[in-house]
Each structure stands twice: as structure tokens, then as C-alpha cells.
């Protein structure tokens, strides 16, 4: 099972609709992942289990796992093009 990681400087409620959005969009197209969600100034280091980051906000970490721009989440404009990107790095 693959495991994404989102990170968001902005609110709860912004990283866990984004996680939820991950979820959903990932169990419709087939893809079985466990998505989890952190306060990005929290992470100082990624555990080497994670396939792939969607960050909200500037990473205050370096590593080499796939680092997709969630933007989109605080936009609410072309998420699933998000999703995608995701599901092509994992």
C-alpha cells in the first residue's frame, strides 16, 4: 500500500479536506493508499514509507520523495489534476 503524506501551513480543516479529497479520488480510481496529513512545520524529516507529498505551503524539509504542489486544495481549482499528478509519481 502505497502512503501519501499531506503538509499544509494553513488551517486543519484545509489539510483534512485535502486529505479526505486524496482518499476519495485515490479509492475511485482503484488505487490503494493511506493518506495522512501534518502541520508542515511539524515535519522536519519524512519517513522513508511515503511514496509521495502533497505540500500546501513552503516544505521546511529536503527529500528526495515526490513533492506535489497542493495549491489546488486552497484554490479548489484542478484538484483532480493534483490527484493525477500524484497518481503518476507513486
Do not use: H, W
Amino acid at each position: 500500500m502505497k502512503k501519501i503524506l499531506v503538509v499544509t501551513g494553513t488551517s486543519d480543516n484545509k489539510r483534512n479536506f485535502a486529505v479526505n479529497y486524496i482518499a476519495e479520488f485515490m479509492e475511485g480510481k482503484g488505487a490503494e493508499v493511506e493518506v495522512s496529513g501534518k502541520s508542515i512545520y511539524d515535519v522536519t524529516e519524512v519517513a522513508e514509507d511515503i511514496s509521495a507529498i502533497v505540500a500546501i505551503g513552503q516544505p521546511q524539509f529536503t527529500t528526495d520523495i515526490p513533492i506535489i504542489d497542493g495549491t489546488p486544495f486552497i484554490t479548489k481549482f484542478n484538484m483532480d489534476t493534483c490527484c493525477e499528478q500524484l497518481l503518476e509519481k507513486m
